[in-house]
């Protein structure tokens, strides 16, 4: 008897003699070494079901979190910045109470973990500017309009959900002239569905609206003059080499002194060449004086001319069926879009 295991049928005794005792399973069998010094240790084996939790990190302090919720609120209260001099707007709650205040229970920590988090964008102050303003309105939940909200799911979650000026409850920019235009406003609001609109923000059915915290109001003057004004260029438009600037005929080297600068840049979009405008430039002013005399509208000789008021913008893309975007330069070379509402055509847009 070799060793003390039982088979049960004679063929299983025969394998295990010919695969355990005999002297060719012998020679492949290999001796294991084990050191007195350093014991051998049994490694746990992982569950290859569950892959290991890949950690973020902060690129700024390189504190590590296990998801991307909690680095987004470490960067809020550690490291969002929000410039000197700058100064937040006051909390629409006063005093209190504030809405993670619950009477008779216990405080929602986690609602004002994140409200406090985002204070700096939920009360974020005014930035005006003389052509291009955002207002920025700070909100309890007792509102008629939206633009930010936040939302729980039912693990009691919250997450915010930043504004952007393109993101608008309304489908398209509201034109205001007149006293009588902001009660339209008004009336809009009144009656905008605001249960209906949050629910369709939603990044999944797992979450719901829970708070509005503020509203952006973006506001773009619309009463000024296209044309030549008291102040000249600055030198990094002049100066650009993909700007065509028009501050001088480029034949006789000499300055324009009227406002048809619509019309030029018109002249020069449909193929002309900077030195063989002016012809055109006559025939696109004489185009616009007819069509606005078939609407009733005042017009003028090319040297009275006051300029083309970018209100009249949606009546010029229409005579002449072409868009036009109009666009503010900073002198960091940024820019940003103050006019392209009113779109008639299909064509190449100009852009003024």
């Not at 235009?181 to 809009?188: H, P, S, T, V």
């Not at 009733?296 to 949606?314: M, W």
């Amino acid at each position: 008897m070799i060793c003390s295991k039982r088979c049960v049928t004679a063929n299983g005794l025969r394998q295990h003699h010919q695969y355990s005792h005999s002297p060719k399973s012998q020679s492949l069998k290999r001796p294991t070494q084990v050191s007195m010094e350093q014991p051998a240790v049994k490694k746990t084996r992982t569950n290859p079901s569950k892959p290991a939790v890949q950690r973020v990190h902060c690129r700024r302090c390189n504190e590590s979190f296990t998801n991307k919720r909690d680095l987004y609120l470490h960067g809020m209260q550690r490291h969002y910045q929000i410039g000197q001099g700058t100064q937040l707007l006051a909390s629409p709650y006063g005093q209190g109470p504030y809405p993670w205040e619950i009477e008779g229970g216990e405080n929602d920590l986690a609602l004002k973990e994140v409200y406090e988090a985002n204070a700096p964008l939920i009360l974020e102050n005014h930035r005006e500017d003389h052509i291009h303003s955002v207002y920025n309105i700070p909100l309890t939940n007792d509102v008629d309009m939206h633009q930010l909200m936040l939302a729980a799911d039912k693990e009691k979650r919250y997450r915010f959900f930043k504004p952007y000026e393109n993101d608008s409850v309304f489908e398209e920019p509201l034109f205001i002239s007149k006293r009588r235009d902001l009660e339209k406003i008004r009336r809009k609001l009144t009656d905008l569905n605001l249960r209906e609109y949050l629910m369709k923000q939603r990044p999944d059915t797992k979450w719901k609206p829970f708070l509005v915290t503020n509203a952006l109001f973006v506001i773009d003057t619309t009463n000024y003059t296209l044309g030549k004004g008291e102040t000249s260029l600055p030198d990094y438009i002049k100066d650009k080499n993909s700007i065509h600037a028009l501050v001088k005929d480029d034949k006789h080297s000499k300055p324009f002194t009227d406002k048809l600068c619509a019309f030029w840049c018109l002249a020069l979009h449909r193929g002309q060449t900077i030195t063989n405008l002016e012809c055109n430039v006559q025939h696109y002013f004489q185009q616009w004086n007819g069509y606005q005399k078939r609407r009733n509208e005042s017009t003028y000789e090319a040297k009275l001319f006051p300029g083309l008021q970018l209100q009249e913008i949606p009546e010029f893309e229409s005579c002449f069926q072409v868009n036009i975007n109009v666009y503010e330069l900073k002198e960091d070379d940024t820019d940003f879009c103050v006019d392209n509402v009113f779109k008639y055509v299909r064509t190449s847009p100009l852009l003024h």
